[in-house]
């Protein structure tokens, strides 16, 4: 087979893993190819819409799995390839060379067993450091149920290491993943934790779950990512919009992936990393997200009561909770009041937005609109049409927002 | 007070040592503008200061207030804004006013107009740091054209001299027609027209691992996700004449 056709068969089916960062590791060049950026690169944009960071592929799509939702399980009838390791190694050099690409991204369907992979895995990642001097950024698959041993080799020679949990509930990996257990995947992650240091995995771990295929709700997936991040110090949760790509009675019948849902899951996953928040501040009244709104501004409605707040006198973590106010904006605001009193012209010239947030704040005692605040439906009928009359633009995870 | 039109070298120091005459001489700049390349009309009044460049007056604004305020100054300076020598004159002034806390006073208009225009050109250079595309010639050397709005070319330089540091490349700003060659060691930022590089005539188009990249692209889309316009408002059309993957998108997405 030719490599281009590999290439194809390869990348193909490794399109459904949503990591694409880069970030996170500050590996240097040893006077070799490459090093690593704190901040990550995108260097393209997939139709769409995806940064396209790293080489995104698979050794092989053989499988000795059949999880249901994946394109490459045992049963399905489709062309199979297989990489060598020079491919690989070479691939990723010319393509870094000529600056497509910041690194290598490599998953593996499982072949004879687990460990069998990983050595594959390992011996490929060996050779692009050992042999071709690579330091650029790498980031592995570790294949549940494979040996601690291995885990532990890999960790020493990639930036990031990660292993998928796919679905929030043991009921749903036993249903749409038989072959997979949940300890085997909480273990790896527990390996992961508990080795992580500059020269193990610097970039920390990530995982990601897919959206929609089961029928758990969104306070379901929210909890298990908040318990992950407290167990295991996640670099990141990814949620992946299910991709009907084969059919089976277990599988739910739809024909677009749930772009919305995806999203709110990643808003509120940064406000449960960034902004203080807790499963419980966003599940208090209902178990699913307003698909209308994101999670923060649907929050503040519910709890008007604490609301406005007075820019020169909130507190930093009052800010962070303001519809349209992020750390940034709060940042700035904090440190500029020490010097003057804010007033609504300056939020715009600091670059604040008050599409949404002035319904929820006031500059020294006056609304912005210097009337009264309008009731709740108003402003919630206001942001609605706001929201939808530009065509949310699916959001694309920026890996400029330190990941 | 007479306002004056001020005249400067197009250098940096020489900007900044104007400034710092301006300042001390108390006298108020309509304009600061680079010789040559202005049409001075009949009502203005034209000052080009009879002065010595001051190589450490940068040093002496770092001290005064620090490391973060004088990359605001350079990132400024690095772009294609049409005022920026003006905005800077006032920047530094009230910087010897403010000292390091000038970046918080974002009410002032020249704060608030330098850290915006600081912010773009950093964060074009970060773009580029992706979508700069390098060839390979003859098999020897590295090649890439950019055309960024501002004068990236040795930001991204510096980026590319520790990422690429065993390889040879040259990158050309076509907007600006400059060249940064790169020797494994230095590298050396020329004007175009001072060199002549014959090798670039035979470049390989479509190239084995140029066609690879493009099959790959094309591959890790999901096509039940496409959008177009998100790709677009990340990757903005001004940029894809020398992003290889984007030849031939034009049409697709009309
Ligand atoms: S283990 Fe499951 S998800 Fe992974 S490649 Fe095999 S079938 Fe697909």
């Known amino acids: 087979m030719f490599l281009e056709e590999k290439l194809k068969i390869l990348a193909d089916s490794a399109k459904y893993d949503a990591s694409c960062s880069s970030s996170g590791s500050n590996r240097r060049n040893n006077n070799g190819l490459g090093n690593a950026a704190v901040n990550g690169i995108c260097h393209s944009f997939a139709a769409d819409g995806r940064c396209i960071s790293l080489l995104k592929i698979l050794m092989t799509n053989n499988c000795i799995f059949d999880c249901k939702y994946c394109i490459n399980r045992r049963s399905n009838n489709i062309k199979r390839a297989m990489f060598t390791t020079e491919e690989i190694c070479e691939i990723t050099i010319n393509f870094y060379k000529r600056n497509y690409i910041e690194g290598l991204f490599l998953s593996s369907g499982i072949i004879k067993s687990p460990d069998y992979t990983m050595e594959l895995i390992i011996k490929t990642i060996y050779l692009l450091r050992n042999k071709y001097h690579f330091n650029g950024y790498i980031h592995a698959k570790a294949i549940p149920g494979a040996n601690e041993i291995l885990i532990k080799k890999l960790g020493k020679l990639v930036d990031r290491l990660s292993t998928n949990i796919e679905l929030p509930t043991e009921a749903g990996l036993r249903l749409l993943a038989p072959n997979k257990k949940s300890q085997d995947i909480n273990k790896i992650m527990h390996t992961i934790k508990n080795n992580t240091n500059k020269s193990f995995a610097p970039a920390g771990q990530s995982t990601q779950m897919i959206i929609g295929a089961t029928k758990e709700s969104d306070k379901d997936i929210m909890s298990k990512s908040s318990d992950m991040y407290k167990r295991f110090y996640l670099k990141r949760v990814f949620y992946s919009a299910y991709v009907p790509v084969n059919k089976d009675k277990d599988l ?7 772009l919305i849902r995806e999203n709110r899951l990643y808003q509120a996953d940064w406000l449960l990393r960034f902004y203080k928040f807790t499963v419980n501040d966003l599940f208090d009244k209902e178990n699913n997200f307003n698909i209308l709104l994101d999670p923060k501004t649907d929050w ?20 962070i909770r303001i519809p349209g106010i992020g750390l940034t904006s709060a940042k700035k605001i904090i440190t500029s009041r020490k010097y003057f009193n804010i007033e609504f012209p300056d939020l ?39 929201e939808n009359s530009f065509k949310k633009e699916f959001v694309q995870l920026s890996l400029f927002e330190n990941d | 007070m007479t306002n004056y039109v001020i005249i400067y070298d197009g250098t940096f120091v020489n900007l900044l040592s104007t400034i710092k005459y301006l300042i001390e001489e108390k006298i108020r700049p309509a304009k600061i503008v680079v010789e040559g390349k202005y049409n001075v009309s009949l009502f203005e009044e034209i000052l080009k200061p009879n002065i010595f460049n001051d190589p450490n007056y940068i040093a002496k604004l770092e001290n005064l207030s620090s490391k973060k305020v ?53 964060n074009e250079n970060h773009k580029f740091k992706g979508f700069t595309r390098f060839q390979m010639v003859n098999n020897k050397f590295l090649f ?24 040879l490349w040259i990158i050309k700003d076509e907007k600006h027609n400059i060249l940064s060659i790169y020797d494994k060691k230095n590298f050396y930022i020329v004007n ?17 691992w140029e066609k690879l990249w493009k099959t790959f692209f094309n591959s890790i889309a999901i096509k039940e996700r496409e959008n177009r316009r998100c790709q677009m408002s990340f990757m903005p059309k001004k940029y894809w004449s020398n992003i290889i993957e984007m030849e031939g998108n034009d049409e697709k997405n009309n």
């Open chain 1, 252 to 258: 739910p019948i739809i024909t677009t992936p749930p």
């Open chain 1, 300 to 319: 503040a409605l519910k709890h008007l009561e604490q609301f406005p707040k007075e820019i020169n006198k909130a507190t930093f973590d009052e800010l």
């Open chain 1, 348 to 386: 715009k010239k600091m670059g604040i937005s008050l599409k949404k947030s002035k319904y929820f704040i006031t500059c020294n005692n006056k609304y912005y609109t210097n009337s009264e605040i309008p009731n709740k439906s108003i402003i919630y009928q206001n942001l609605i049409t706001q």
């Open chain 2, 70 to 122: 004088i990359k605001i100054i350079t990132f400024v300076f690095l772009s294609n804004d049409k005022n920026k020598e003006l905005i800077l004159y006032y920047f530094i002034l009230n910087t010897l006013k403010y000292k390091k806390n000038i970046i918080y006073y974002r009410n002032l208009l020249c704060v608030n107009q330098a850290l915006k225009i600081s912010k773009h050109v950093a």
């Open chain 2, 144 to 167: 890439a054209k950019i055309k960024p709005d501002n004068y990236i070319l040795e930001l991204l330089s510096q980026h590319f001299s520790k990422r690429l540091k065993n390889e």
């Open chain 2, 192 to 208: 175009a027209k001072d060199l002549q590089l014959l090798e670039l005539k035979n470049i390989e188009k479509n190239e084995k």
